[in-house]
């Protein structure tokens, strides 16, 4: 089955950049799509097909997709990004598969 | 408003079973892929379900031959009918619409807690 590989915690300080990296197979050869999630919430969609950015979703989040991994970038960083954060991609054979998470701290 | 609402959690015994409501608004059911997405306790996201708007069916090897994803066109609701109840199933589901070409989740609702417990 697929899998998709992230790291399970990353730290930054306020106003800095930080990425968080997702890796599967071949990867860049789907779409990957990136997911944040506060305690006790339910997930936002941040980025979706490698780079775009929903409505209302911030300027400082972008993404890219490569080779075998994916990257979610926060640029110039903010307390309120403080959040878990899922890659996702979509297999062909029919089924979505979710990146093991990343915990990213603001300190 | 495009929105998303769970309802039918609970706690359920081992080998049970549980069928969970999610209602639409703001747009068809019917007429986009629809999906259950589950979280466990402290765990990670875990795709459960999808349904195409043409009827397919697919499922995650955990739930397969356990679980069954429907719709209801009038209600504009889709279901997950969960039998055969393990512990393993505790989590948080999550009913979520597809966006674009299966790219992604665009619209999720505020999750409904099953537990399975004796």
């Known amino acids: 089955s697929y899998e998709l590989t992230q790291p399970p915690s990353v730290s930054v300080s306020p106003r800095q950049t930080v990425s968080i990296t997702c890796s599967g197979d071949?990867?860049?050869?789907?779409?990957a799509s990136w997911y944040q999630q506060k305690p006790g919430q339910s997930p936002v969609l941040v980025i979706y097909?490698?780079?775009k950015r929903p409505s209302g979703i911030p300027e400082r989040f972008s993404g890219s997709n490569s080779g075998n991994t994916a990257t979610l970038t926060i640029s110039g960083t903010q307390a309120m990004d403080e959040a878990d954060y899922y890659c996702q991609a979509w297999d062909s054979s029919n089924v979505f598969v979710f990146g093991t998470g990343t915990k990213v701290t603001v300190l | 408003e495009v929105q998303l609402v769970e309802s039918g959690g609970g706690l359920v015994q081992p080998g049970g079973s549980l069928r969970l409501s999610c209602a639409a608004s703001g747009f068809t059911v019917n007429s986009n892929y629809m999906s259950w997405v589950r979280q466990a306790p402290g765990k990670g996201l875990e795709w459960v379900s999808l349904?195409?708007?043409?009827?397919?069916?697919y499922y995650a090897d955990s739930v397969k031959g356990r679980f069954t994803i429907s719709r209801h066109t009038s209600k504009n609701t889709l279901y997950l009918q969960m039998d055969s109840l393990r512990a393993e199933d505790t989590a948080v589901y999550y009913c979520?619409?597809?966006?674009?070409?299966?790219?992604?989740?665009?619209?999720w609702g505020q999750g409904t807690m099953v537990t399975v417990s004796s």
């Open positions: 979520a619409r597809v966006f674009g070409d299966l790219s992604s989740f665009d619209i």
């Open positions: 097909e490698d780079t």
């Open positions: 349904l195409y708007s043409a009827g397919s069916t």
């Open positions: 071949k990867l860049g050869d789907k779409y």
